[in-house]
């Protein structure tokens, strides 16, 4: 499945600053994988406008693409350090991703190795494979923005094709996050629950019967990881550790502190 209906919205002028964003970065020999609404279209068929094409790169390669998007005369910057930079041209925006917001799942070499060749905005690109897109989309539960509907799709969709060793492996000592979707999956498509295997699930709930009889010392709050927001209080009033500042996270307490002032222009 192509990416045409992903595109279809789009003017004239937007296209081609997206083709000629893709382009540039091709003959820069700038290595990027095309995600956001474009792979999940290719994936599930389902198509959603939006104002923002979201490309994705190694850390090592953002600054660099930015030097580049200068030079073509584009805006470009690091819009929030731990994980995102922009590159604009009038009202339209290139995102350049590296990270999620909450500082983990990292473009790191398995991403291009794992990614999968398609037509873009009628040009070869590579695609972010869907375990990837599976393993970011799934820590965002905000207030206004859950992306649980967008992983169900994606499972829906891709079931038989993903390979579950490498996503339980992505999620790792964060596997409940993907307990949760993967229990949810099962609440929404009863009809379709054993596409799942059977040895995924049943090695996550075994785990999760594991820890019963064990709670650990570590005051720790792991919410800030799928929310900015909503568990702020616990962390600046209730005493537990912002789990951001742990070592799966790439952020500081200056990221945090730029992430959550953000805030209020989100909503």
Known sequence: MGTSSASAELDQETEQFYRNSIRS?????IP?????????????GISRHTKDFDLFLRPSDVERAITHFRADGFEAERTFPHWLAKAKCGDDCIDLIYRAGNG???????WFQRARQEEVLGMRAALCAAEEIIW?????MERERFDGADVAHLIHACAERL???HLVRRFNSHWRVLLVHLVLFGFIYPSD???IPASVLSDLLQRAHEELSSTPDDRVCRGTLISRAQYLIDVQERGYRDARLDS????????IAHWTAAIDQSE
């Open 104 to 110: 983990m799942c990292e473009v790191d070499d398995a």
């Open 25 to 29: 970065l091709q003959e820069a020999e």
């Open 193 to 195: 629950r054993n596409r």
């Open 163 to 165: 390979d579950w060793a």
């Open 136 to 140: 970011m989309k799934a820590y965002v």
């Open 32 to 44: 990027f994988l095309v995600g956001g609404a474009y792979a999940f279209c290719v994936y599930t």
């Open 248 to 255: 799966e996270s790439r952020m500081n307490e200056a990221d």
